[in-house]
């Protein structure tokens, strides 16, 4: 018994070969106008839709399959009375649809007048792919040429074949209608094509507002873990306004450092001294135009990206000499909702934008608002429990993640003796993003050869026996207002 197909394509590329295997395959082939036109010249049977619904194209082409003819076939499942209905009706049931769509995105591209983009939004094709998607099981859609080779090598699809192209078809008019939500919100998104990680089968993008974000140099793609290392150091240099240079240097989404100066290449050259092993291979990011100066400096290492809202004419010229160095110009924008994929959905929330206030709870407090605001700012970006040290203006410590809050002490203090710093520093500054609801941490900190000044957050039931401590054995310990643990 034959089949029937709807034939409606803006792309014809390798139209002649998917026809010619239908006809053999004995479909009978019902297409629009301009697809008529093609199969006509490729001398392709067809019936044109405009004969079989009594219905001429109207509106300049606007309006061609919206019909209960062409809609009917395309949603009758095989009851006996969808089926009586049909026939009574005498509509055609289709097996099979070929669409795609009014190329949308790439007119954006290339054109600026609104009426001609406003035309590239498709209304037919984009109802025919939902109705297919509705009956996927009967009806088969179709919607890029390199879906017909998989077509005709698998020709008769089974249940799961046929189920991944209904999931492909929607996800492409999801992608198609979010492109035209923002054209008309002022918007320019784009897929970004992620390089392959260490699986080649693990294929990912990122759908990227190009007004953010745009690769400026670099042979190489990102790859996920790139793009999330970006995101860390964006955050933790845009984050925090200042008139001052930020320099982040992020290695497995942790800042492994960050440094804020008045002078752009010490913000670096502190933030790379903070764990110097960790940075290489790592992502460097700047809150401000970035100097041919400090590109002198940062080139003599390996990095993977390289981030800043603008780059000095002759920092880009060095920086375009290294073909592996991604360099990544982004907005200094701060954004408000942060979100991310889990298991029942989609986990949206707030972006943690609070800024913290001291209350001295033993000691005098030696930090100036701006430092103190930068100091926490970073600590946000390190996974609890979080664990920084710093020295006067810069990251020399840190660790997170742990399950323990004791043992994120321990490692961030073994750190720092690896490095040898405490020889050259009279005083450290120790951020916690968890409470102190028992005296082992402090009493690790006490043991230490140099200062540790302590700002925590309180609000557990043992606060007074914190304080008793703390004052009992001179400990300078600083109450933050806010608590930063990442619940």
């Known amino acids: 018994m034959g089949k029937n197909v709807i034939i409606s394509v803006f792309d014809k590329t390798n139209l002649d070969v998917i026809a010619k295997y239908l006809v053999e395959k004995n479909f009978t082939i019902y297409s629009t106008g301009g697809t008529s036109k093609f199969l006509k010249t490729i001398k392709i049977p067809h019936i044109e839709i405009s004969k079989y619904t009594s219905q001429k194209e109207i509106l300049g082409g606007r309006v061609k399959t919206l019909h209960p003819k062409i809609f009917g076939g395309l949603l009758g499942t095989n009851t006996n009375e969808h089926k009586n209905e049909l026939k009574k009706q005498k509509i055609v049931e289709f097996d099979l649809l070929i669409v795609n769509l009014y190329p ?3 007119t954006v591209k290339n054109a600026k007048n609104k009426s001609k983009i406003i035309e590239m939004i498709d209304i037919g094709g984009h109802s025919l792919i939902r109705a297919a ?27 799961l074949s046929k189920k991944k192209l209904a999931i492909k078809a929607i ?20 897929m970004y094509p992620l390089r392959y990680g260490e699986n080649p089968q693990q294929k990912a993008s990122a759908i990227i507002d190009k007004k953010k ?48 100066k008045k002078d752009q290449s010490e913000s670096y050259l502190n933030a790379l001294a903070g764990d ?44 375009r000499g290294k073909k592996n160095l991604r360099v990544i110009r982004v907005k200094k924008s701060i954004r408000k909702i942060e979100e991310r994929s889990f298991f029942g959905g989609t986990l949206v929330q707030d972006v943690n934008s609070t800024i913290s206030s001291v209350e ?15 100091f926490i700012n970073v600590l946000k970006n390190i996974k609890s429990n979080a664990i920084a040290l710093f020295n006067r203006d810069s990251l020399i410590s840190q660790s997170g993640g742990q399950t323990s809050r004791v043992d994120a002490l321990q490692i961030c203090l073994n750190k720092l003796k690896y490095k040898d710093k405490t020889k050259k520093i009279e005083t450290l500054f120790l951020f916690s993003d968890a409470f102190f609801p028992f005296t082992d941490s402090l009493s690790i900190i006490q043991k230490q050869k140099c200062q540790i000044d302590i700002y925590a957050p309180m609000g557990s039931k043992s606060d007074s026996k914190i304080i008793n401590y703390v004052k009992k054995n001179k400990l300078k310990f600083f109450k933050l207002s806010e608590r930063h643990f990442k619940h």
Request: proline share 4%; hydrophobic share 35%; aromatic share 12%.
């Open 360 to 374: 001295e709870i033993n000691g005098k407090n030696k930090l100036d608002k701006e430092k103190l605001g930068f």
């Open 213 to 260: 974000f745009s690769q400026i140099s670099g042979d190489k793609k990102l790859s996920y873990n790139n793009l999330l290392d970006v995101d860390a150091g964006v955050n933790l240099t845009y984050g925090f306004k200042t008139k001052n240079s930020i320099c982040a240097i992020i290695k497995h989404g942790t800042p492994c450092g960050a440094s804020l």
């Open 171 to 190: 996800d492409h008019i999801t992608k198609y209608d979010l492109e035209i939500s923002n054209w008309f919100k002022g918007k320019s998104l784009t």
């Open 104 to 106: 949308f995105k790439e």
């Open 133 to 159: 998607v509705k009956n996927y099981e009967k009806t088969i859609p179709l919607i890029e040429p390199n879906d017909y080779d998989h077509f005709i090598k698998n020709f008769p699809l089974k249940k």
């Open 276 to 319: 110097p092993l960790s940075s290489f291979g790592g992502v460097i990011a700047f809150n401000q135009r970035l100097k041919k100066q400090t590109a002198e400096l940062l080139i003599k290492n390996f990095y993977e990206v390289v981030t800043a809202p603008e780059f000095e004419k002759g920092a880009l010229k060095l920086l």
